[in-house]
């Protein structure tokens, strides 16, 4: 099953859960659940048992006050679409590009010994 880009759901969710008080792992299951993942695929991405999913995911409904994931889903969208209606800009997260190990200066001074 195809997953949506967490750059783009990031933004949108981080709105959606501000004020909540999910923790760090509720908060990465909340941005698994709106990316399409299933208890066991999140299970493996977060390298715990489908148990602890599930558990993590009743926690964050009662916490959220919804009845399940099509309602926590169906919440985040309308957040989301009320943003965008608004004109608000969604930044993504910046990408990191790695850094040569040696800078170019030192690499010529080095080769000329």
Same mark, same amino acid.
């Given at each position: 099953? +195809? ?11 981080? $709105? !959606? *859960?501000? #004020? ?6 509720? @908060? ?11 208890? $066991? ?5 977060? &390298?715990?048992?489908?148990? =602890?999913? @599930?558990?993590?995911? $009743?926690?964050? !409904? @009662?916490? *959220?006050?919804?009845?399940?994931? #099509?309602? /926590?889903?169906?919440? *985040?969208?309308? =957040?989301? *679409?009320?943003? /965008?209606?608004? &004109?608000? @800009?969604?930044?993504?997260? +910046? ?19």
């Amino acid at each position: 099953m +195809p997953h949506i880009d967490v750059e783009i759901l990031a933004p949108f969710t981080a $709105k !959606y *859960l501000e #004020g909540s008080t999910l923790t760090p792992a509720e @908060r990465a299951e909340v941005l698994r659940m709106a990316q399409g993942f299933a208890c $066991k695929d999140s299970a493996a991405a977060a &390298g715990v048992s489908p148990e =602890t999913i @599930r558990a993590r995911r $009743k926690r964050i !409904y @009662r916490k *959220l006050d919804v009845a399940g994931s #099509g309602e /926590l889903i169906s919440s *985040l969208l309308m =957040t989301s *679409l009320n943003m /965008l209606s608004r &004109g608000e @800009r969604i930044e993504p997260r +910046p990408t990191v590009t790695s850094q040569p190990a040696v800078q170019p200066e030192q690499s010529s001074a080095v080769l000329a010994r």
